[in-house]
């Protein structure tokens, strides 16, 4: 069974930066294409990266709303079974518990492992 531990969050300053981990365990973990989830202060948990995986990682490909492209990058590291999320140029909009989980191309929102506690952005203005 595969499990998820978030980490990285914290209290920073608009225009700061961050690097989120996801560490996976269990098996099968590189079978799936992986993503980002934001649940902002009373709203919906939404898809906001994704990265799919093919052969060597130069055929990775990932995806961003539109709101946090140039801002934010996925990446993953087979090796150590975690994906990360580093965040630069924070704004305040940014701020919620940020989870990994499956994810998909077209940012549908395709999780299908169970939620992990995520970690807590908070980003001051």
């Known amino acids: 069974q595969i499990q998820f531990v978030e980490s990285g969050g914290g209290l920073v300053q608009s225009g700061g930066s961050l690097r989120l981990s996801c560490e996976a365990s269990?098996?099968?973990?590189?079978?799936?294409?992986m993503g980002w989830y934001r649940q902002g202060p009373g709203t919906e948990r939404e898809l906001v990266a994704a990265?799919?995986?093919?052969?060597?990682?130069?055929?990775?490909?990932?995806k961003y709303k539109d709101s946090v492209k140039g801002r934010f990058t996925i990446s993953i590291d087979n090796a150590k079974n975690t994906v990360y999320l580093e965040i630069i140029s924070l704004k305040p909009e940014d701020t919620g518990v940020f989870y990994c989980?499956?994810?998909?191309?077209?940012?549908?929102?395709?999780?299908?492992?169970?939620w992990g506690k995520g970690t807590q952005v908070t980003v001051s203005s």
């Open positions: 989980n499956t994810g998909d191309l077209l940012l549908r929102g395709s999780p299908s492992i169970t």
């Open positions: 990265i799919t995986r093919g052969g060597s990682q130069s055929n990775y490909q990932t």
């Open positions: 269990g098996r099968f973990f590189s079978s799936y294409a």
